[in-house]
């Protein structure tokens, strides 16, 4: 987490017993505290978290006219983690990431639904099981560069999760629990990914998602460039298929520069397939501890073999089922572990296009022509 504040804490292995309530998360925290002595073999208890709340302003501009307004306090990204290692001799480390959400903003964290996995790594890389974001996301970064969660991510068009959309709408870019990962080690900047899910928790019963992902990435000296390709089987329902590649390229310098490109597949229950491309642009520009943003994003209309209207989530085989989204924004850093943010972020469908926001915007305010949102916050890290 950038710019978070740990504390190290000396501890042995600690079992401990919680259910899926938040409410269990203090007593989590106590258990391992309570218990931390100092061990034989050197291993580290790590705590950090990150408090992220704005008020937002939303507005929908509909097709027949009417406009749809809500105000609200949004809380992205808020979270509590704690990470562990402990070196098992040579390169050997066994580790664990156990990140939950906090809700400042109406009171309903939850427990273990970020990134809650466990891990082994050394000289060949790193082996990971449990609850992952997929390979795609990392090649995301370039639109997560701005570091400030909200609703400008680009996801409303991205991998077709806008409105909130899950594994079984054919979204590209969920949490994954069930996951295994495989990273290689890095050489020469260079460093490649392959990993498998089985995801049970689809609406269906006896039916389990599986989704298989390759990528890799590279870095160094102010570039980034990613690629990954993810396959997605009975996410939707039993036979269907989902595919999706993307591609970006990030230049950190005077003016950051980010391009990414993505390629949507999905296959039908007749057999025929839906296709839809994403095209994307971020500049930043850095003074200092302070930064200017503005990202852009293009999604084309639904295409390919598919019967006209058929429909994955936003994605459609109509003509001018696409849409444009742009967000523009600036962060103040007043220290390292506290920063204040404003932007602004605008969807605008074309007449056949059904592009939203966030889950809880696309309920009050629908899938209108127009949809926007100002957004003011602060984030304190710890």
């Known amino acids: 987490m950038t710019g978070a504040r740990w504390a190290p804490v000396a501890a042995q ?4 017993r919680a259910s899926s309530s938040f409410n269990t998360l203090p007593l989590l925290l106590l258990a391992a505290l309570a218990t931390a002595t100092p061990a034989v073999a050197e291993s580290t208890l ?31 990204g808020s979270r509590l983690t704690l990470r562990g290692t402990e070196a098992l001799g040579g390169s050997l480390k066994a580790s664990f990431t156990l990140a939950s959400s906090l809700g400042p903003d109406d009171g309903r964290g939850r427990f273990c639904s970020r990134d809650c996995w466990v891990a082994l790594s050394g000289d060949f890389g790193m082996l990971k099981l449990g609850r992952l974001l997929p390979i795609y996301d990392d090649v995301s970064v370039p639109w997560y560069f701005i570091e400030t969660p909200g609703t ?23 949490y994954l629990p069930g996951s295994l990962r495989y990273d290689t080690p890095r050489v020469s900047g260079w460093s490649a990914s392959a990993s498998a899910s089985r995801v049970e928790d689809v609406p269906e019963p006896g ?40 591609v970006s390229l990030l230049y950190k310098g005077p003016l950051t520069l980010g391009l990414g490109y993505e390629h949507l597949r999905y296959k039908m229950a007749g057999g025929e397939t839906l296709r839809r491309d994403y095209l994307g642009l971020l500049l930043a520009r850095y003074t200092g501890p302070h930064a200017t943003w503005f990202n852009l994003g293009r999604a084309g209309s639904g295409h390919g073999d598919a019967a006209r209207g058929a429909t994955v989530n ?67 890290r710890f």
């Not at 937002?56 to 105000?71: D, F, N, P, S, V």
């Not at 991510?153 to 709408?169: K, M, Q, R, T, V």
């Not at 998602?209 to 390759?214: G, I, S």
């Not at 932007?343 to 696309?362: K, V």
């Open 13 to 16: 292995q600690t079992a401990v």
């Open 46 to 76: 790590q705590v950090a978290g990150e408090l992220n709340l704005s008020l937002a302003h939303y507005r929908g501009h509909q097709e027949a006219g009417g406009l749809h307004t809500q105000t609200r306090l949004d809380s992205y």
């Open 152 to 174: 400008h991510n680009p996801l409303a068009l991205w991998a077709n999760c806008g409105g909130g959309a899950g594994l079984e709408s054919g979204c590209l870019d969920n």
């Open 207 to 246: 039916r389990a998602a599986k989704v298989y992902t390759l990528g890799g990435d590279y870095r160094d000296a102010g570039w980034y460039m990613g690629y990954a390709a993810q396959i997605q089987d009975d996410a939707r329902g039993a036979g269907l298929r989902d595919t999706g590649f993307t």
């Open 314 to 380: 936003a994605v459609s085989q109509l003509p001018r089922s696409g849409a444009w989204m742009w967000s523009v924004g600036q962060h103040y850093k007043i220290s390292p572990t506290v920063k204040l943010y404003g932007f602004y972020t605008e969807i605008r469908n074309e007449p056949h296009g059904a592009y939203a926001l966030d889950a809880a915007s696309a309920k009050w305010l629908g899938r209108g022509r127009r949809l926007s949102t100002w957004a003011l916050g602060y984030i304190v």
